[in-house]
C-alpha cells in the first residue's frame, strides 16, 4: 500500500512554509529601497551579505538544537523572532548601522524557519516517497517568490515599502499561527544512539560533494534574487513581477506534472540539462533588449531550478543518517546564505563596474564550470565508497 503524503502535519507545515516564504519573498524589492535610501549596487551586495554572514553563524547551533531537542522550538522562537524583526524594518531610515542590525537579526530568524520547517517535512514525509514530497513541499517555497513579486509590485505602485514592510509582518504572523499546532518530531534513535554532531556531520565525504554543488546554485543565484529590482529598474525591461510568475509558473507545472522524471530516469540524468536550462536563462537576461527577454529569462531559470533543488535535497536526505538529518539540513540551507554572502558583493562590483550583461554571463559562466567539477568530484566518491563496500562483503 503506498504510504499517506498528505497528512495533517504535512499540510500544516506545508501552509507555514508558504507564509514564511511570501514574509520573505517580499523583501526580493528591498534592493530598490536601499537604493532609495543611496545604496549602491556594491553597498547593497554587502548589506544582504550581512544578513548571510548572521545566518550562517547561527546554522550549528541551529541544528545542534534541532538534532538534540526536536524541531518545534527552533519553529517557534524562529516564528516570534522573524515577526519582530520583520517590522523593525519600518524604523529603517538610513545607511547606518542600524540597516545592518536589522538585516542581521532577520536572517538569524529567517535562517531558524528555513531550517527548521525544510527538516520537519523531510521527517515527516515517507521514504518511499520522499523525491515526490519534498518536490511537492518545495512548491510552498517556490509560490511565494512569483506571489511575492506580483504583490510586491502591487504594493508599491499603490502605496510604498511601509505598506510592504506592513504586508511582510502579516505573512510573519500567519507563520506563527500555522506553526503553533505542529506536533514535535525527534530523530528516532536506536538505544544509546546519539547525534554525531553538526562537524562531524558536515565532513562526511560522501556529503562534501553536495555542499560544493548547493553552494555554487545559491551564488549564482545571487544574480537575481537580490539584484533583479535594480536589473529592472535600471533597464526598463519588464518587472519583478514578470520575471518570478514566469519563473514559479514554469517550475511548480515542472514539479506537479513531471515530478516522477527524477526517480524514474535518474536523478542526474535530469539534474545536469536542468542546470544548462538555468545557464541558459542568465544568458538571455544577459542579452534582452525587452520585456520579451525577461520572461523567457524567467521561464528558463525556473524550469532549471524547479529539479535542481529538490534533487540535491534528495541526494543529501539519502545520504545522511537520519540521527543527524537536523545538522545536515541546517549545513545544506546554510550553503543558500553562503551563497548570497559570496554573490552579492562580487556580482554588486561586476555590475557596477561592467554592467548587466557581463554580470550575467559570468554567473552562466561559473555555474557551468561549478557543474564539472562536481559531476567528476561526485562520481569518485560515490565509486570509492561502491568499491570499499564491495571489498567488505
Not at 499517506?4 to 516564504?21: D, E, H, K
Not at 541551529?62 to 517557534?76: E, K, L, S, W
Not at 528555513?114 to 515517507?126: M, Q
Not at 504572523?173 to 553538526?198: A, K
Amino acid at each position: 500500500m503506498t504510504e499517506r503524503l498528505f497528512t495533517r502535519p504535512f499540510l500544516l507545515v506545508s501552509v507555514a512554509n508558504f507564509t514564511s516564504g511570501m514574509s520573505y519573498a517580499l523583501f526580493l524589492h528591498l534592493s530598490g529601497y536601499l537604493a532609495e535610501l543611496g545604496a549602491t549596487d556594491t553597498q547593497i551586495g554587502l548589506i544582504y551579505a550581512a544578513t548571510a554572514v548572521a545566518s550562517i553563524a547561527m546554522r550549528p547551533l541551529i541544528g545542534t538544537v534541532m538534532d538534540r531537542h526536536g524541531r518545534r522550538p527552533v519553529i517557534i522562537v524562529g516564528g516570534v523572532l522573524n515577526i519582530v524583526f520583520v517590522l523593525l524594518y519600518l524604523s529603517v531610515s538610513t545607511l547606518g548601522p542600524w540597516v545592518y542590525v536589522v538585516r542581521i537579526g532577520h536572517g538569524v530568524a529567517e535562517a531558524m524557519l528555513f531550517s527548521a520547517l525544510f527538516t520537519y517535512a523531510a521527517d515527516i514525509i515517507p521514504a518511499s516517497r520522499r523525491s515526490q514530497g519534498i518536490a511537492l513541499f518545495g512548491v510552498t517555497g517556490l509560490l511565494p517568490i512569483g506571489v511575492a513579486g506580483i504583490v510586491g509590485d502591487y504594493v508599491l505602485s499603490v502605496a510604498g515599502f511601509t505598506e510592504l514592510f506592513l504586508t511582510a509582518g502579516g505573512f510573519a504572523i500567519l507563520t506563527l499561527l500555522f506553526s503553533i499546532p505542529l506536533p514535535e518530531r525527534r530523530p528516532e534513535l536506536t538505544p544509546g544512539e546519539i547525534p554525531r554532531g553538526f562537524w562531524r556531520i558536515v565532513t562526511e565525504r560522501n556529503l562534501l560533494p553536495i555542499w560544493w554543488m548547493i553552494g555554487s546554485f545559491s551564488t549564482v543565484l545571487t544574480a537575481y534574487f537580490v539584484f533583479i529590482r535594480r536589473y529592472v529598474d535600471d533597464t526598463g525591461f519588464g518587472s519583478v513581477g514578470l520575471f518570478f510568475s514566469m519563473y514559479v509558473a514554469v517550475a511548480i507545472a515542472e514539479r506537479v506534472f513531471l515530478g516522477w522524471l527524477p526517480d524514474r530516469m535518474g536523478r542526474k540524468r535530469v539534474l545536469y540539462p536542468s542546470i544548462v536550462v538555468l545557464i541558459a536563462g542568465f544568458f538571455v537576461l544577459a542579452g534582452a533588449s525587452s520585456w520579451v527577454g525577461v520572461a523567457i529569462a524567467g521561464a528558463l531559470c525556473g524550469a532549471g531550478h524547479g529539479f535542481i533543488f529538490p534533487i540535491l535535497t534528495t541526494l543529501l536526505v539519502d545520504r545522511a543518517p537520519d540521527s543527524d538529518r537536523g545538522s545536515a539540513m541546517s549545513f545544506f540551507t546554510a550553503m543558500l546564505d553562503v551563497g548570497t554572502l559570496i554573490g552579492g558583493p562580487i556580482l554588486g562590483m561586476i555590475i557596477d563596474t561592467a554592467g548587466w550583461g557581463p554580470m550575467y554571463v559570468t554567473a552562466g559562466v561559473a555555474l557551468g564550470v561549478a557543474t564539472v567539477i562536481f559531476a567528476r568530484w561526485d562520481n569518485r566518491v560515490m565509486s570509492e565508497d561502491a568499491a570499499g563496500t564491495f571489498a567488505h562483503q
